[in-house]
């Protein structure tokens, strides 16, 4: 298993923020064949077979964020998030197959202070 990423913030002006997160995972699992070997005629089993090979997994996900304050009691949030999955080689009964799920979202949220200890989020 590999694990690349990182992240990084910092001010866009007095009333802007941003946040950047990066992250890419290589896996590599081990997909396990247990099967047997028949003679065609009386059906009697020949041979066992039992094998392993390999299933790669890629995943990369980018969440970029920008907080913007709107006044001393309201932040508004927007984030955007991105996030792909690969499975490569996969078995099934009767196939090897692909897998890739692509995922993006996007979320914006207002942040409220009510007082000094405590905040709502809409």
Do not use: C
């Amino acid at each position: 298993m590999k694990e690349y990423g990182g992240s990084v913030s910092g001010a866009i002006n007095k009333r802007a923020s941003f946040f950047l997160d990066v992250r890419r995972d290589e896996v590599d699992n081990g997909s396990i064949i247990n099967a047997i070997t028949l003679d065609p005629q009386t059906l009697a089993i020949i041979n066992p077979f039992t094998d392993v090979f390999r299933t790669r997994q890629r995943r990369f996900g980018i969440n970029p964020r920008i907080d913007y304050q709107l006044n001393p009691r309201n932040t508004l949030t927007v984030r955007y998030g991105f996030t792909r999955a690969d499975i490569q080689g996969a078995v099934s009964a009767d196939s090897i197959w692909f897998l890739a799920v692509h995922v993006p979202t996007t979320q914006v949220t207002r942040y409220r202070l009510l007082r000094r200890r405590y905040s709502e989020r809409t």
